[in-house]
């Protein structure tokens, strides 16, 4: 990151996501879900309401019924990030049919054909407009075939279809072919060796509130930041936290550290020097311009997830200077 100020005053006052209870991160935090084949996502979602006894549940990115795989599950505020999961890249691994037989090597040629931008029409039964979009193949990997049965995994933006793209490749092979298995394994950051069942969401909740074990699912329930981590980050000064979280916009002034080549307009996440979530916003200077000014507004704030007075109002009235600068306990870090 590049350091707007390196005058700005330590911070002593934040909490590190590590260091939440986990009363805290039922109210703010996220579930990779291992979710099985069967069960809708929104079912799946309520189940885990009902686990954890959370009042605020959602999903990030659906998976058909008879798909399995990585499902984010967001609680209490983080419910709000729910769109910038949605957003994120995924990962899959397909089992696909071929209608005839095809030879491998043509086959496997034809497959990394589709590696790159390409156009999809959804299919029939889908949730939104069927309409010509386009969507980036980034890795597309044969592991393994069988006969007919061809084995791949395939990286992706999100809202690519992969059944969709198996009766593509089919009609590029002039064979014809289908989907016959699928697996999410990875959404955005979260990945399989994240996700966990929906037994052990119980089975943890119930030896945390019954047995006082905390740990199992302390391992399971991660802090709402791991959602905003595929996007550019601003480190604000600690006397600026407090004015955001009353409403305010974020001025070049408040700018302790941020990342190169942040570009206008882009959707960023404030961030305190503890790694807390402060805000997410919209760019309105981008990196050179802010490292070039010394006033202005650089972030138009547009959610605000940190609570008012978790930093003192540094902001609003004047304070001793020297008490801000006393030595900080390092006990506390």
Partial sequence: ???KDPNTLPDKWGKRPSDRSLGELLQAGVIALDKPSGPTSHQVTAWVRDA?????VSHGGTLDPYV???LPICLGKAVRLTDIVLSS???YVCLMRLHKDVPE????SVIKKFIGRIYQLPPVRSAVKRQIRIRTIRELEVLEIRGREILFRVSCDAGTYIRTLCTDIGEALGCGANMIELRRTRSGVMDESVATTMHDIMDAYIFWQ???REKWLRSIIMPMEVLVEPLPKIIIKPTAVDAICHGADLNVQGIHMLDEDIRK???VALMTARGELVAVGKMLMSTPKIMSSEQGKAVDINRVFMERGHYPKMWRFSTDIDELKAPIDENHY
């Fill in 1 to 3: 990151m590049i350091i």
């Fill in 52 to 56: 954890v006894h959370a009042e605020k």
């Fill in 68 to 70: 399995s795989g990585v």
């Fill in 89 to 91: 890249d995924k990962e």
């Fill in 105 to 108: 090597d043509r086959a496997v």
């Fill in 210 to 212: 019954q047995m006082g």
């Fill in 265 to 267: 307009n882009a959707l």
